[in-house]
C-alpha cells in the first residue's frame, strides 16, 4: 500500500488542504487546538507536534486534528494513541485516514464495524464526499487511490477504554 500512496509524491507525509479541514470542522462541530502530525509549514492549527517530538510519549490536553503518515505500521500507532487520549484526556480528536482499511486490526479495536462497536469507543465516522487531494508545500500532488474518513472520538460519549 504504502508504494500506491507514495506514488504520486514520493512522500508519505502528504499535507491536509484547508478546504478539507474546513470541511471536517463543519461536518464535526470540531475545531481542534493542535495538529498532531506537522511542521511548521504545514501545520493547521497554531499548535502542533513535528516529527523531531515523541508523539507516542506527548499527552494532549486539547482537542486535536492527526493526519497520520500513510506508511504501513505506522497508522495503526496513530490511531490507537488517538483513541486513547481522546479517552484518557477528555478531549475531542479527529483522525484522518483512508476508508478502505475497515478490515484492519486496528479499525476493529479502536473504532468498530459496528454502531455498537463505535458507540462503545465514542466513535463517529465522516465519510468525505471526495478524495482529498493532498498536498506538497502547498500545491496538489494528485488524488491518492483510496476514499478518506475522519475518524472522530469525542470525550463525552464511549465507556471503557480498551
Known amino acids: 500500500m504504502k508504494e500506491a500512496i507514495t506514488a504520486l509524491s514520493g512522500k508519505a507525509d502528504w499535507e491536509t488542504p484547508k478546504s478539507t479541514i474546513k470541511w471536517i470542522e463543519q461536518e464535526t462541530g470540531i475545531k481542534p487546538k493542535i495538529d498532531l502530525c506537522a511542521t511548521k509549514h504545514n501545520r493547521k492549527y497554531p499548535k502542533y507536534i513535528t516529527p523531531e517530538k515523541d508523539l507516542f510519549k506527548t499527552e494532549v490536553n486539547d482537542d486535536f486534528f492527526c493526519n497520520p503518515p500513510y506508511v504501513k505500521g505506522l497508522v495503526d500507532r496513530f490511531v490507537e494513541y488517538c483513541y486513547r487520549q481522546s479517552f484518557l484526556n477528555r478531549v475531542d480528536g479527529v483522525c484522518l ?10 479499525w476493529r479495536k479502536y ?52
Do not use: M
Not at 485516514?97 to 486496528?106: P, Q, V
Not at 502547498?138 to 475522519?150: D, I, L, Y
Open 97 to 106: 485516514i483512508f476508508a478502505n482499511t475497515c478490515s484492519t486490526k486496528y
Open 111 to 162: 473504532i468498530g464495524n459496528t454502531p455498537h462497536d463505535r458507540s462503545l469507543r465514542n466513535c463517529e465516522l465522516y465519510f468525505l464526499p471526495e478524495r482529498v487531494k493532498f498536498e506538497v508545500n502547498h500545491k496538489p500532488v494528485g488524488t491518492p487511490p483510496f476514499a478518506s474518513v475522519a475518524v472522530v472520538w469525542r470525550h463525552r460519549y464511549g465507556s471503557a477504554l480498551q
